[in-house]
Every structure is written in C-alpha cells, then in structure tokens.
C-alpha cells in the first residue's frame, strides 16, 4: 500500500491514525502482511542535501514521518513492513 501525503507533508509533519483510518475508508482494510509506504513527496529536495536532510540547530534532522499513533494502528493490521 502507498499513502500519498504529499499535499499534508511538511517537515514536521507526523503520518496520524486518522490519516491511515481515511486510507482504509477509501481503499479498504489494510490486509495482513502487507507493506505500507507514506509518498511523503519529501524527495523533491534530494537534489539539496541541506535541504533534504533539514536539520535544526540542535543538529536534529526533520521530515514528515508516522506518528506512534499510526504505527500502532498499522501493526494491529499485522503489517509485515513500513516505509
């Protein structure tokens, strides 16, 4: 499965339940042993390692990511791998 949150995805933007549970209402339940990626769109500053790697001044990188939230609704569904 790949959830596209390209249009939510900023550099601190946490992957939420509620962003899974409107996946699963549109494309159905997340089947057993699936793999699940976010597009984050996060790749458009590959090109400008500064910018890509984001990193603040305590030198911690930011981007957008799956909140705890999201992760335990995922391995509920017995996912098997997330990207």
């Not at 499965?1 to 390209?6: A, D, E, G, Q, S």
């Not at 159905?28 to 390692?49: L, M, Q, V």
């Not at 603040?56 to 939230?69: A, I, M, N, W, Y």
Request: no cysteine; charged share 30%; glycine share 6%.
């Amino acid at each position: 499965y790949v959830l596209n949150i390209t249009e939510k995805a900023t550099a601190d933007y946490q992957i939420s339940a509620a962003d899974i549970e409107a996946f699963e209402k549109a494309y159905g339940e997340i089947k057993k042993k699936s793999f699940f990626i976010a597009y984050t769109g996060w790749s458009r500053f590959w090109p400008d390692s500064i910018r890509y790697r984001n990193e603040d001044e305590k030198g911690q990188l930011r981007f957008p990511t799956f909140s705890v939230e999201a992760v335990e609704w995922l391995l509920k569904r017995e996912i098997v791998g997330l990207g």
